[in-house]
């Protein structure tokens, strides 16, 4: 999940300096603002590798706040009084007033991940703990806690040569900084630190209280982008909306900071190469050769094509189509919601839907809509497509964990390509019907649907069910990569 905090998150000097010099006066604002009302208490829970700067951000918010109204919370090893009662209660000991600000270290996540990295918690006790955990988070938002979850990500092993530039000959640190795993030792325990994280990240980023995940590389970003968060979780206090962090999920409209797109960092120029036809029939071939398996009789096949406009979705879905057996596959062209549709869940139309084991579901769109049409075109509160991420996770969880594999696909084309593609369909008479004038309108809103397009694969990208981002200019290339993954994924 995240994907996009993987790519490059930089801020120059400049930038950062103009980018504080608001945020210190709209944090301020907000903050007494939420302290004169005295009617919700923030908590920001501060979690991730040591070394991507832990401490660093908060020093840093206590330079933008006033620290009068600030507290540390930090929580290492339970002390022989903390032992002596239920394991929560140093965490609701320390629960801020209403109208102040705990920024919190060594969180109830923190000990939760480090005894299942340590494996004093199995699979089913880590489950349900991290069940709980969703129940009590809950409950906090009830009762006025607007709870801002940070996880600093940056790669293990970058933030590990960063700890050692820190440290002199003796193992003692040239200057402070926040280590909380240096228990968690050898490749086992780290890798199961790693799992547990991404479980823990997944499960728990509710709608009601979503994990924000900051790429902490560059400093500069980092902090800006913390800041920036806090403010719109400060706004929202000071509104008095209840606790619904649906701001701290993405960033703000009126946010200053930089997110790149995970489009972005797709090279639309791949084409496929001469070989094409027999790529694809040798592809066909295997696809055929897998769902037709006797170890396929028990397992289920779902197909989620999303994309822009115009990408060759279609294209892609016909060489599918082609080497299944056409009494093992139904393909549902997904449009807006029947009345009889919106009379029930969200998700019951594509419930129905669902294939027989052995059988193959392709969803050319689908429940995704919620946070992409539904987001963007407004026909969904932002705490209902907030909301949505998580009922995905779940709807996906389940039928993986009952056989079935879900393989999602967004199909990405540039803006000139786009164009190219609608002014040939109206050119010929027999690709008219294709082109809307919704799809001009969507055209207008483009740099929104891309926003939305990196927060739901950010968000949905789980590791039972990733998205495979198709380079969809060349329409052979996107094919070939549509065929690959899938027949990759059934042979794994």
Known sequence: MFDSAKLPHVMTKDEFEAAEKRLRELLLDAQFEVAEQRRAAIMVVINGSDGAGKGEVVNRLYDWLDDHLVETLSYGKPTDEERARPGAWRYWRDMPAKGRIALVLGSWHHRL??????????????????????????????????LLKIWLHMDDHEAHKRLEKLREADGALRRPAVIEWDEIQGSKARARLIDAALEMIEKTSTGNAPWAVVPAADPHYRDVAVGDLLLQTLKSAAAGAPA???????????????RPSLVSALDLTKTADDGYSKDLQNLQERLTEATTAKSFRGKGLVLVFEGNDAAGKGGAIRRVREALDPRRFRVHGVSAPTDEERAGPY????????????????????????????????????????????????????????????????????RDEQLRRFQDREAKAFKRYKLTPDDWRNREKWELYEQAMTDMVDRTSARRAPWALIEANDKKFARLKVLRTIVERLEE
């Open 347 to 414: 998700l019951w139309r594509f419930w129905r839907n669902i294939p027989r084991r052995g059988d193959v579901a392709i969803f050319d769109r689908s429940w995704y809509g919620r946070v992409l049409v539904e987001r963007v075109e407004g026909f969904a509160a932002p705490q209902d497509w907030m909301r949505a991420y998580q009922e995905i996770n779940d709807f996906e969880r389940q039928l993986g964990e009952t056989g079935y594999l879900v393989v999602k696909f967004w199909l990405a084309i540039s």
């Open 244 to 258: 619904d962090p649906c701001t701290q999920a993405v960033a703000a409209p009126d946010s200053a900071l930089p």
């Open 113 to 146: 991940l480090r005894n299942r990295a340590l494996g004093r918690l199995d699979k089913n006790a880590y489950d349900i703990a991290l069940e709980d955990m969703i129940g009590s988070e809950e409950m906090l938002r009830r009762e006025g806690v607007h």
